[in-house]
Nanobody, 121 residues
Framework: QVQLVESGGGLVQDGGSLRLSCAAS????????MAWYRQAPGKQRELVAT???????TYADSVQGRFTISRDNAKDTVSLQMNSLKPEDTAVYYC???????????????WGQGTQVTVSS
């Protein structure tokens, strides 16, 4: 089992920056990929950025060049540096982790509770 706790959300003006952090605890050695998703009111949850255990990162087109995801395997954390924020970035941001755990070794995924990011125009 893995627990994910996010921090760092808040209110920021258009063009501002925020940094989100997520701390994982529990059976973290089996975590494969970590990611950030977001969900705006009335919209489906969408992938923002992912990072593999080997630090390979991918981004949604809408955040490419503005957001940076990073991961510290020693500390079991993943962060999302968000620059040049826009009102359309307003959403609840969720930390995500996946992997395979014993005894079944089936693919499993975990979510944090979410943190609100609001960008005012």
């Amino acid at each position: 089992q893995v627990q994910l706790v996010e921090s760092g959300g808040g209110l920021v003006q258009d063009g501002g920056s925020l940094r989100l952090s997520c701390a994982a605890s529990g059976s973290t050695l089996n975590i494969r990929d970590m990611a950030w998703y977001r969900q705006a009111p009335g919209k489906q949850r969408e992938l923002v950025a992912t990072v593999t255990r080997g630090a390979i990162a991918t981004y949604a087109d809408s955040v490419q060049g503005r957001f940076t995801i990073s991961r510290d395997n020693a500390k079991d954390t993943v962060s999302l540096q968000m620059n040049s924020l826009k009102p359309e970035d307003t959403a609840v941001y969720y930390c995500y982790a996946d992997g395979r755990w014993p005894p079944s070794w089936r693919f499993d995924r975990y979510w944090g509770q979410g943190t609100q990011v609001t960008v005012s125009s």
